[in-house]
């Protein structure tokens, strides 16, 4: 391994501990669920039973009913998990949603769709986060930046999220 090498290496080991760090010292609430209302646009953050949080939210292109297959821009509904982080994402920061889970597949199955999958909480291509006409994720949920930052500090991976009309 070369200097170079070796040092982007130890660069990116560095920044993962930094981030590692950031959310475990944190004097911000961690939340333990996340439930959605898609018609009122709103992302809340709970822990123990309580909202301790709220965002504003753009949805899917096509925001009304479950989603159905890969392309219809609509967001899914249900309850699933907080199943990764991606520091690298398109817009600013992501957490991964578990869709689909072995119901939404069945179902989509059944209907000689693809389900499609892919669907994160995420932060902005820089318009804000607004009520209609401003949905314009592929079925994701997206926030400010700024917004998607604090969500990924109080948001750790295997939080339940409910995601409802």
């Not at 170079?4 to 961690?30: K, Y």
């Not at 890969?70 to 699933?80: A, M, N, Q």
């Not at 889970?101 to 769709?113: E, H, K, P, S």
């Amino acid at each position: 391994m070369n200097a170079i090498s070796r040092r982007i290496m130890l660069g990116g080991a560095a920044a993962v501990i930094a981030a590692s760090t950031a959310r475990a010292t944190s004097n911000e609430e961690m939340a333990d669920m996340v439930v959605i209302f898609k018609d009122s646009r709103k992302l809340y953050l709970y822990r123990d039973g309580a909202p301790i949080r709220q965002f504003t939210i753009a949805l899917g292109f096509e925001p009304e009913g479950d989603k159905q297959f890969e392309g219809d821009g609509r967001t899914p509904e249900g309850t699933y998990f907080i199943d990764r982080l991606n520091p690298n994402s398109l817009f600013h920061l992501s957490l991964g949603i578990s869709y689909p889970d072995a119901n939404d597949r069945a179902q989509a199955a059944a209907n000689g769709v693809d389900p499609g999958g892919d669907i994160f909480i995420h932060g902005s291509d820089g318009r804000p986060a607004r009520r209609n006409p401003e949905d314009w994720t592929a079925g994701c949920i997206a926030v400010s930046n700024a917004e998607i930052e604090e969500i990924w500090r109080r948001v750790p991976i295997g939080t339940p999220i409910v995601i409802q009309r």
